[in-house]
């Protein structure tokens, strides 16, 4: 079976989360093909180019020319007089200009001038004020960097607006990044199965609208999605028809075995019933299986960072995830449901398999950085 694990955003930029490394170092051992997507850095890449900005010109002229169309019908209110007075200033030479710093700012963060502060505040504006040009391109989203301000003018935590946010052409940037960055590699790699990693609540929006879009294009393909926000939200994810009408499975809590199991069933075209942490539709129908496993972190290999893009993470070395620990000893503050995301309590690896890993990792990719 060949597998694409995306990483969607919002995230921070700076290094590789570990849940698709985590994932691919036990699907390749077993046969699988495995194919890994950091899609977030990799749309801040994108975001930072000329080719890009190229495209948000085009979009901020035709907002422009229907703002002058509607101005000639009746006078604008006071927001679409502001926002004609900012889409006026973006002019070509404006464009071109940051286009030229954008990439600039991107070397200075990858690089040794990062440790200049004053280049480094340079780039770190130039970043910022490219994310607002951006986001003019989109209006009303605002689209940051640092990406959790991000406001794309739907609540990631109402059903109903995530399912409304998915064909907006207007606001949903994510529709473009599924164009630019997804829809290529679903049409070069042909997977059998994709899955998704979902770290936080506002990649929810940017997930589903991967997803349906996906399922528009390559309707046969198997979606999976998982992670620490899917397994807190799973008993209101049951109900959510709408919004399972574009996967057509869930892994909760710790999902290497379990999604290799997974894997291996669709594989082999057998039944989905009695497989642990699953819940997945068979037609119109949603199944929570009742089987629950957790991983045995002695067992476990090293996480698999081969294929991730690990040169245009926005940092000047190298840094890698690495997770010794599992769950939460204590798991009594009231503040911190990190431990709703585990089936099981707190576990450790020995000290000398840490130390063996961090030796092993350190030496493949070249870095000293954990």
Known sequence: MKVLLLFPPDWLPSEPYLSLPALTSVLRPAGHEVVQKDINVEMYDMFFSRSFLEHVSGRIAHELRHLQRVEKERALDEEEK?????????????????????????????????????????????????????????????????????????????????????????????????RQLISPIMQQEKPGMVGISIVQQKQLIPTFTFCKMIKEEFPDVHITIGGNIVTRIREELKKQENLFAHIDSVILYEGENAYLQLVDAVEQAKSLAGLPNLIYRDGSDIHANKDVCSEELSKLPPPDFEGLPLEKYFVPKLILPFLATRGCYWGRCTFCDHFQGYVEGFRTMQVDQIIEEIQFLKEKYNTRYF
């Open 82 to 178: 502001a926002l004609k007075e900012q889409l006026l200033q973006c002019t070509p030479e404006r464009f071109d200009q940051s286009s030229r710093n954008a990439e600039e700012a991107k070397n200075i963060l990858r690089g040794e001038d990062f440790y200049d502060i004053d280049k480094l505040e340079w780039a770190t504006n130039v970043l910022h004020q490219t994310m607002a040009l951006i986001s003019l391109g989109y209006y009303p989203a605002q689209i940051c960097f640092p990406p959790i301000e991000t406001d794309l003018a739907y609540k990631p935590f109402m059903s109903s607006e995530v399912i409304e946010a998915l064909d907006d052409d207007q606001i949903n940037i994510y529709r473009e990044v599924y």
